[in-house]
């Protein structure tokens, strides 16, 4: 009878939440107040000889660093960056969130922005800053029909009044 197949990295979990850890990047949260507090702080960084490109060219949005104006150009139209886009659309999740949750208030809804991609060194140098535009929005009302049948119109109240009227 021929051995089973042996199965490899069985004990290697130690290694996977290393992994997991070094690639992680900053939560949407960060990102926001990066956005909301330091744009330009982050934008033009010291020189650091230990980041790629030395510290010089940063994605905002999904806090990465890339190696030259070419490569972040190319990042800024892939689909990992519109996604991140997408996500800080959503105004994040906060602590005052959370307490209304537990009953601590009651539910606002977060309200929607507009996020473009952050300006080129060029057009930075220009003038040009990151934008963050909040979307006013009509608060969306509660749904009144949640079933799929007919509302109830008072016939059947007539229906009963006319069974129970003594017939002449």
Same mark, same amino acid.
């Given at each position: 009878?021929?051995?089973?197949?042996?199965?490899?990295?069985?004990?290697?979990?130690?290694?996977?939440?290393?992994?997991?850890?070094?690639?992680?990047?900053?939560?949407? %949260? @960060?990102?926001?107040?990066?956005?909301?507090?330091?744009? %330009?702080?982050?934008?033009?960084?010291?020189? %650091?000889?230990? &980041?790629?490109?030395?510290?010089?060219?940063?994605?905002?949005?999904?806090?990465?660093?890339?190696?030259?104006?070419? !490569?972040?150009? %190319?990042?800024?139209?892939?689909?990992?960056? &519109?996604?991140?886009?997408?996500?800080?659309?959503?105004?994040?999740?906060?602590?005052?969130?959370?307490?209304? !949750? $537990? $009953?601590? $208030?009651?539910?606002?809804?977060?309200?929607?922005?507009?996020? =473009?991609?952050?300006?080129?060194?060029?057009?930075?140098? =220009? $003038? +040009?800053?990151?934008?963050?535009?909040?979307?006013?929005?009509? @608060? +969306?009302?509660?749904?009144? *029909?949640?079933? +799929?049948?007919?509302?109830? *119109?008072?016939?059947?109240?007539?229906?009963? =009044?006319?069974?129970? !009227?003594?017939?002449?």
């Amino acid at each position: 009878m021929p051995y089973a197949r042996k199965k490899m990295h069985s004990g290697d979990t130690h290694l996977r939440r290393r992994w997991r850890l070094r690639s992680r990047k900053k939560d949407l %949260d @960060e990102v926001d107040q990066d956005l909301q507090n330091n744009s %330009d702080q982050l934008l033009n960084q010291d020189v %650091d000889l230990e &980041k790629p490109g030395f510290a010089q060219f940063y994605c905002i949005h999904c806090a990465t660093y890339y190696i030259n104006e070419r !490569a972040l150009q %190319d990042h800024f139209r892939t689909k990992v960056h &519109k996604r991140r886009l997408k996500a800080l659309e959503v105004e994040p999740y906060t602590v005052e969130d959370s307490l209304r !949750a $537990g $009953g601590q $208030g009651s539910f606002v809804q977060p309200q929607k922005r507009k996020m =473009e991609t952050q300006p080129s060194k060029q057009d930075y140098a =220009e $003038g +040009k800053r990151v934008k963050v535009d909040v979307v006013m929005e009509e @608060e +969306k009302p509660v749904k009144q *029909n949640l079933s +799929k049948k007919r509302k109830y *119109n008072g016939q059947f109240k007539q229906l009963l =009044e006319n069974l129970k !009227a003594p017939a002449t």
